[in-house]
């Protein structure tokens, strides 16, 4: 058994990864690659070899607890896989061990990824912590340590409280309770061996605790049918509406509430904005597609803090703008030529219509916040006023200037 389940994690390994790749050409392409993310990563290099010489103000005011919130908002980044799929509650409902040990597996490589890259973290935070707070490298190990403990906690926690826990709030105090505690506790237990000592100790007991209950033991297949559930909503709602559009009639002459079960998104409840409904709740809980605009987005804030003092920042602003727009309109194409979605003749204007409204209703908050940001940083009060409401006339303008003459039907010339 232990050798079928090793094979199929692997290979599930390998498609998950697979998934990764393409999901990530939804909002990223080469030209971006290229000519973006190449040249961030090189002015990146030499701010961060700049600031360690002289850190700025903003990094010495903060203090120790504002450290702390920064390196505990990063916990928010790791997340734990089980590698079950919904098609398991079907075919192998009956050989719960094997997915067990396929969840186990999951666990460990999701635990050591997690461990790898937030001490990557770690290392690129830890010659300001040395410099601000004369810390020592045995005081930076001590530090490390228990950054990993409390990464493994929350991180194994909110995945416990996702499966067992059903309400949203609960999951999310509980959540935010342990973040609070270690930053609290942070100052106090560095300075005392003893209690470091009992902190290490506690969170290896409650992570292995957490983490044996996170293994498929035959009792997620409610979550998993909820999911499931969820999914099949979605795909009803935009059969109901195809079916509407192309004129046939309803068995009940009473108005049909499409979203009797869901919560609705948009109140108006035409064709159009059923398949943005779909698309947006499609976007936001597909993390592979979500978290690349989230990165790419703290990437163009990033790039934008750095040149603001230079004549370039309005080179980049403009060239912001024109990224979040071109990848908002990526995202629906990508959600567009679905292979399900392809299956019906979804008329050119209902598409063109969702296309507009998805793009818009994406990309204004961001455009938003990045020219307030940048406006700030420019002409202080004024230019925030003045460069946030240009970012979202701008992306306006781009929208009924290039985004409404998209191609809806052909994805080869859509591409």
């Known amino acids: 058994m232990n050798g079928t389940a090793r094979t199929l994690f692997f290979k599930r390994l390998q498609s998950d990864y697979k998934n990764m790749w ?4 939804l909002v990223m392409d080469w030209t971006l690659f290229i000519y973006l993310l190449i040249p961030g990563i090189a002015i990146g290099a030499f701010f961060y070899m700049e600031w360690l010489q002289d850190i700025p103000v903003i990094l010495r005011f903060i203090g120790w607890y504002g450290w702390m919130i920064l390196l505990a ?4 980044f790791y997340h734990i896989k089980l590698f079950t799929y919904l098609a398991d509650q079907l075919f192998l409902s009956r050989n719960i061990p094997l997915l067990r040990r396929i969840s186990q597996y999951g666990i460990l490589y999701s635990i050591s990824i997690m461990l790898f890259t937030a001490t990557l973290l770690f290392v690129v935070a830890a010659p300001f912590l040395s410099k601000l707070f004369s810390l020592s490298f045995l005081s930076l190990g001590y530090l490390w340590i228990y ?4 990464v493994g906690l929350v991180t194994v926690w909110r995945k416990y409280a996702n499966i067992y826990i059903p309400s949203f709030i609960l999951r999310t105090l509980s959540s935010m309770a342990l973040l609070v505690l270690w930053i609290s506790l942070s100052w106090i237990i560095l300075t005392h061996f003893l209690l470091w000592t009992m902190w290490i100790i506690i969170t290896f007991t409650v992570i292995a605790v957490i983490t044996k209950h996170l293994a498929y033991n035959g009792t997620h297949f409610l979550k998993i049918a909820e999911r499931d559930e969820q999914a099949r909503g979605k795909w009803a709602n935009l059969l109901l509406a195809n079916a509407r559009q192309q004129g046939y009639k309803l068995p009940s002459a009473k108005p049909v509430r499409l979203w009797k079960n869901s919560q609705v998104m948009f109140q108006k409840q035409s ?4 398949f943005t409904d779909a698309y947006f709740k499609s976007f936001f809980r597909n993390l592979p597609v979500l978290m ?13 803090i750095i040149s603001a003092p230079h004549w370039t920042g309005y080179l980049f602003w403009l060239a912001s703008i024109y990224i979040i727009v071109d990848i908002t309109k990526t995202g629906w194409l990508g959600f567009r030529f679905n292979p399900f979605i392809g299956l019906f003749p979804w008329k050119e204007s209902v598409l063109r219509k969702s296309l507009e409204t998805s793009v818009l209703c994406l990309s204004s908050p961001i455009l938003f916040v990045i020219g307030m940001l940048f406006g700030y940083l420019k002409w202080g009060l004024l230019g925030m006023l003045i460069f946030s409401v240009g970012s979202v006339l701008l ?9 409404r003459y998209i191609p809806v039907h052909k994805a080869a010339s859509a591409e």
């Open 271 to 274: 064709s159009e904005m059923i």
């Open 73 to 76: 908002i990063s916990f928010l």
């Open 395 to 403: 992306g306006i303008g781009l929208v009924y200037w290039h985004i």
């Open 22 to 25: 393409e999901a990530s050409k």
């Open 292 to 304: 690349p605009l989230v990165q790419l987005t703290s990437l163009l804030i990033a790039i934008l």
């Open 147 to 150: 950054y990993l403990t409390g």
